[in-house]
C-alpha cells in the first residue's frame, strides 16, 4: 500500500511537470482532431479532379474544416507556430493522427499496400526489415528543421550481393507552392567504392528509393537522408512533412553463396592445394596437418562424416609391416 501510493505520488509529480499548451493556442487533443480532419478533407480534394481542381477543392474543404472546429485561419497558424517551437510535442500529435488514418484506412477496406507488406518481417532472414533508428520525423522548410539524417554500419548479417529499398509514408500540411523532397542514399564499399542513389518525393502516400545489389564488393556503411526544400518560395507559408512507418528493407540474394560458406570453401581449395603440392601422392606430415587446423580455429568448420576417421597408434606387441 505504502508503495503503490508513491508510486502515485510520483505519477501525479510528473503529470504536473509536463508543460502545459498556453490557452491562447490550439489544445494538443483538438489539434490532433482538427489535423485528422484536415487529411481527410486533403484526400477527398484531390480524388477525380485536375491539379488546378485540387488547389480550389483544398482551400474549401481546409475552410471547412476551420468551421466545423470553430477556429479561425490566423488561430491556426499562430497554433502552428507554437508547435513548431515544440517540435517533439507535435510529432507526437501526428503520431496520433497517422494511427487514426491507417485506422481510417482498413476501416474502409482499402488495401495495406507495399509498405505493410514487409512489416511482419524482423531483422533476421533473406528479407528483414533493419531500421533501427526512430520510424518518425517532421520536417520543415527552415534551417536546422528541414532534413533527416542517418547512418546504418554492415555487420555480419550482411552479405554479398544484397540489395536494399527504403521507404515511408509521407503526410503534406501545404498552404501554397511547389514540394521538392529530395531522397538520398549513399552506399560505400571495401575498397572506399561509393554508390550514390537519389529520387524525388512530392506528394503524400508511399515513398520508395530501391539500392541495387553490388555483386563484387561488401556493403561497409550506408547512409542518407530525407531533405525538404523551400523551393525558392515565401517562407512564411503553411508548410510542413510529417514522416512515418520508415523501414529499410534488405534483401538477400540466394544465388550468392553466404560469408561463411564462401570461406569454407576458399580454406578447403587452399588446404588441398597445399597437400597436393608438397606432397604428390603421399599423405601430409601430421604436423603440416595441425598448422592447418590451427589456422582454421576461427573459421566454421563443416559437419563431421557419419564414420570419423581415429588415428590409432601400434600397441606393443603388435608388429610393423
Known amino acids: ?86 517540435v517533439d510535442r507535435f510529432k507526437e500529435i501526428y503520431a496520433e493522427v497517422n494511427k487514426r488514418m491507417i485506422q481510417e484506412t482498413k476501416a474502409l477496406g482499402a488495401s495495406v499496400g507495399d509498405l505493410n507488406r514487409y512489416s511482419q518481417y524482423s531483422s533476421t532472414g533473406d528479407t528483414a526489415n533493419i531500421w533501427k533508428f526512430t520510424s518518425e520525423a517532421l520536417l520543415m522548410p527552415r534551417p536546422t528543421m528541414n532534413r533527416f539524417d542517418f547512418t546504418l554500419k554492415a555487420d555480419t548479417s550482411f552479405y554479398l550481393g544484397d540489395s536494399f529499398m527504403l521507404q515511408f509514408m509521407s503526410d503534406f500540411l501545404w498552404q501554397s507552392g511547389s514540394k521538392d523532397v529530395i531522397v538520398c542514399v549513399v552506399t560505400k564499399y571495401e575498397g572506399d567504392s561509393i554508390i550514390q542513389t537519389m529520387n524525388h518525393a512530392n506528394v503524400s502516400g508511399l515513398s520508395q528509393i530501391r539500392i541495387p545489389a553490388n555483386r563484387e564488393r561488401k556493403l561497409k556503411e550506408m547512409t542518407g537522408f ?96
Open 1 to 86: 500500500m505504502k508503495h503503490g501510493l508513491t508510486y502515485l505520488l510520483l505519477l501525479m509529480l510528473v503529470i504536473a511537470c509536463k508543460p502545459t499548451v498556453p490557452s491562447q493556442y490550439i489544445q494538443p487533443d483538438d489539434m490532433e482532431d482538427l489535423l485528422f480532419d484536415y487529411h481527410l478533407a486533403s484526400a477527398m480534394a484531390k480524388t477525380g479532379h485536375t491539379s488546378e481542381q485540387t488547389d480550389f477543392n483544398r482551400v474549401k474543404y481546409f475552410n471547412a474544416v476551420l468551421k466545423k472546429h470553430g477556429v479561425t485561419e490566423a488561430e491556426f497558424d499562430s497554433s502552428l507556430v507554437y508547435y513548431y517551437s515544440h
Open 226 to 321: 530525407i531533405y525538404l526544400s523551400n523551393s525558392g518560395d515565401d517562407v512564411d507559408a503553411r508548410r510542413l512533412m510529417f514522416i512515418s512507418q520508415i523501414q529499410l528493407i534488405r534483401f538477400h540474394n540466394k544465388q550468392l553463396p553466404s560469408p561463411s560458406n564462401e570461406t569454407i570453401q576458399r580454406d578447403s581449395l587452399k588446404a588441398d592445394s597445399l597437400q597436393r603440392s608438397h606432397h604428390p601422392g603421399g599423405p601430409m606430415p601430421d604436423s603440416a596437418r595441425r598448422g592447418n587446423i590451427s589456422d582454421l580455429r576461427s573459421q566454421p568448420l563443416p559437419a563431421p562424416s557419419r564414420a570419423p576417421l581415429h588415428r590409432v597408434a601400434p600397441g606393443p606387441g603388435v608388429p610393423k609391416k
